[in-house]
């Protein structure tokens, strides 16, 4: 790694910024070292930090960085077959993919799950010197094909092995996120997902795809054969664990209909409406006085009685209610 990636790299843990240790460098390379947050150790091995903690790798996240290490020089020989067999380019499939990211010449990109780096080629052929691309795995023997294949683009390029569930970046640092098959492995997808639009700063996109069965072929015959093959085209699309800050948030399934992708573009926390806006038509009020006003239940005989005095009154419920109920309220507290 650069000496100076420690502008970006956090603690995966606290947040806080890291300090460099006991360090061998090769002129600007940090290739054997140690990274420091106050309780926290990171080594840095073969030119990479490595932020990933054993106690991190559970269930499917433990399965999957030994798998890929056992693979990683072979991996490169075989994905094509997951292409291959729906018939499509996989060329065409990654690139179709990283056009959702909407990139410039000078984006900062995160790739999470980079492997051997097939994506990693693709998003740097969109990138000139001041653009930037970090890649993150679970695998260090993954990533070791990865920085091969990159190091001949002029852009900034930064590998680390981590968590997704921890990433050990600053916030908002990054214009796009993308992630092609990795969120499977997640230990827990809902802090991934949060993590994710942690790191890209409002009015970036994040994109994540992985493998599924959609609803309406898990009866089918092509459904059922994929899924007895990989119990994971059984598991659920996460939409309901996006975090409250995408926005246009889209949905589709690609790849022989079997694998979602999701897009998204970073906004600031919750969205916000003008529930303020005054309603026209006989009820009146607004979505804030609908919401915050709600009052006790009345008979059915006063609440007839109510809305054939609005009428007559011509006034909306929420007007004659509101101003009644005022009225009444102001004029009993003024008699304590």
Known sequence: MKENALEVYRCPITGERLHLDAAEKHGDEVVRGVLLARDQRYVVEGDMPVFLRTEQLTGTAHFA??????????????????????NESEREVRLGLIELLNLNRRSKVLEISAGTGKDSELILDNL???????????????????????ARYPARTEAAVGDACHLPYADNYFDALYCFAGIGHFTDQRMALKEMARVVHPGGKVVFAEKNVPPWLRDTEYGKILINNNPMFADENPLALLPVEARNAGIRWILGNVHYVVDYTVGEGEPTGNFDLVLPGHRGGSFNTRYFGKLEGVSA????????????????????????????????????
């Open 65 to 86: 960085r030994n798998y890929y290490a056992s693979i990683a020089e072979t991996y490169d020989d075989y994905v094509h077959v997951t292409f291959d067999l729906y």
């Open 128 to 150: 000139d010197a001041d653009g930037e691309l970090w890649l993150l795995d679970l695998s260090s023997d993954m990533l070791a094909h990865a920085k091969e294949k990159i």
């Open 301 to 336: 005989e006063a609440k007839a009685l109510y809305e054939k005095a609005a009428r007559k009154r011509e006034m909306s419920l929420y007007q004659w209610l509101d101003s009644t109920v005022r009225e009444k309220a102001l004029k009993d507290l003024s008699e304590d």
